[in-house]
């Protein structure tokens, strides 16, 4: 079974601060991904990351996979109240384990003003 | 709208009761899967599908039943539900094409067993 760590498990931070989430694992993943979660629905998709070392930005949140394809990072720059919210980062085994996400536990962020 | 459907949103029942939960989606998704969260625990997958009549388990499969008769429809079955299977359940479907494409998730169901 692969296993995704994220660190850390909460996080409260005012408005305007810089966070990091790290999201870990001993397994090789051939695609990684990064949802948001809020209250009362089902997690969304905000991006997926395949290659490694790879980088993508959307708005002010930078996502990175690990050169090895074991790990990823997600960056917010100024976080605003509206970031709020559970992120989960979501792994995709290589071969016949593409079909099946492994989530991990997540990060329970709280931006406040 | 694309959009995964569940229903219900909420649901209280009592051991033992057959339930099922409906699953539908209108993207021409091939592949679907439901998921429960727990706390401490996450996001774990209970059965995927690949197509119709095509399914297979996840990782805690036990005390579920899937079927895929329809390619838009996967309802989940607890033929005999336990207490332990309190939870919020999700359905979630996407493309074929590779894992990289992402999952759209429903709302999730609220299952309370007493």
């Known amino acids: 079974t692969q296993l995704l760590e994220q660190s850390p498990q909460f996080l409260s931070i005012q408005e305007g601060e810089n966070l990091t989430v790290y999201c870990n694992s001993s397994?090789?993943?051939?695609?990684l991904q990064w949802y948001r979660q809020e209250p009362g629905e089902g997690p969304v998709l905000l991006v997926t990351?395949?290659?490694?070392?790879e980088v993508k930005k959307l708005k002010r949140l930078t996502f990175q996979f690990g050169d090895a394809r074991k790990d990823s990072s997600l960056h917010i720059t100024a976080a605003q109240p509206g970031d709020t919210g559970l992120y989960l980062c979501?792994?995709?085994?290589?071969?016949?384990?593409?079909?099946?996400?492994?989530f991990g536990t997540g990060t329970q962020l709280k931006v406040e003003l | 709208e694309a959009q995964v459907t569940q229903n219900p949103r909420y649901l209280i029942t009592v051991t033992g009761k057959k339930l099922t939960v409906t699953c539908s989606q209108n993207?021409?998704?091939?592949?679907m899967s439901w998921y429960r969260q727990d706390p401490g625990l996450g996001l774990r997958q209970i059965y995927y599908?690949?197509?119709?009549?095509?399914?297979d388990k996840g990782d805690v499969p036990e005390g579920y039943k899937v079927s895929r008769k329809e390619k838009r429809n996967f309802p989940l079955i607890l033929e005999s539900p336990s207490p332990n299977q309190t939870s919020l359940y999700f359905c979630?479907?996407?493309?074929?094409?590779?894992?990289?494409?992402?999952?759209?998730f429903g709302s999730g169901t609220r299952l309370t067993v007493v």
């Open positions: 979630a479907s996407r493309a074929r094409g590779g894992p990289s494409y992402g999952y759209t």
């Open positions: 397994s090789v993943f051939s695609s």
């Open positions: 990351v395949v290659t490694g070392g």
């Open positions: 979501a792994g995709a085994g290589e071969g016949g384990g593409g079909n099946k996400l492994t």
């Open positions: 993207m021409n998704h091939e592949y």
């Open positions: 599908s690949m197509n119709v009549e095509v399914t």
